[in-house]
């Protein structure tokens, strides 16, 4: 199956500091997403990128869908402490032609550390 | 914004016996999906389910799961005969055909 290869796996950065992590993959995807996950909790959906090149921000978070579809990054401006957690990229790569829809293939995870 | 609601939330079970892990979608979305993550793992896909049957199934998801959604709200996943290694967190998403995955809070089940 597809392998996404996640990096930094983690990060340790100064608050106000901006953040960057990137996922890359051997096959292609249509869709980009990215997830961030607090402890005890369901991954929360940050960002969706549905075609290449596409760049999209949400507030101080900005992601890329990359153009060969084999890759996306996500940057944080002026992280914040409640930005903690671990950031996850997750590539679908199609729907299927009778409706149903391809799980998606998650990345290691990048653990977001903010030291005071 | 609304939840996907998971119950229970943790599940303790001695293996061997059989668990439902049931989950209440909040929409009208037509993709409904089970996944799992160990311990400290990524979260990995189990199944995936539209217009009431399957449509995806990992090599996870051998022949001791099963899903259903028994009365066409509720979406459940069955593992038969648990195992040590069925620990881990179970999350019930769902999406739109264009639409991103939402996730539940999920189960936490622990077999021992």
């Known amino acids: 199956g597809q392998q996404l290869n996640q990096s930094p796996q983690s990060m340790f950065i100064q608050e106000g500091e901006d953040v960057s992590m990137n996922c890359t993959s051997s096959s292609i995807f249509n869709t980009w997403l990215w997830y961030k996950q607090d402890p005890g909790e369901g991954p929360v959906l940050l960002i969706a990128?549905?075609?290449?090149?596409e760049l999209t921000s949400n507030g101080r978070l900005t992601a890329q869908f990359g153009i060969t579809r084999k890759d996306s990054f996500l940057n944080i401006s002026a992280s914040i402490p409640s930005d903690v957690g671990i950031y996850f990229c997750a590539g679908q790569l199609r729907l299927r032609s009778g409706g149903g829809a391809d799980g998606l293939t998650f990345g290691k995870g990048t653990h977001l550390i903010i030291q005071p | 914004e609304p939840e996907v609601t998971q119950t229970p939330s943790h599940q303790v079970t001695q293996m061997g016996q059989e668990v439902i892990l049931r989950c209440v979608p909040i929409s009208n979305h037509l993709y409904f999906y089970w996944y799992r993550q160990i311990l400290g793992q990524k979260v990995e896909f189990l199944v995936s389910?539209?217009?009431?049957?399957?449509?995806?199934k990992s090599e996870i998801f051998d022949d001791q799961f099963s899903v259903e959604r028994p009365d066409g709200s509720n979406f459940t996943l069955k593992i038969r005969s648990t195992k040590l290694e069925d620990s881990a967190m179970y999350f019930c998403a769902e999406g739109g055909l264009r639409s991103p995955l939402h996730f539940g809070n999920g189960t936490r089940l622990t077999v021992t």
């Open positions: 990128l549905y075609k290449a090149g």
């Open positions: 389910f539209y217009n009431n049957e399957i449509s995806e």
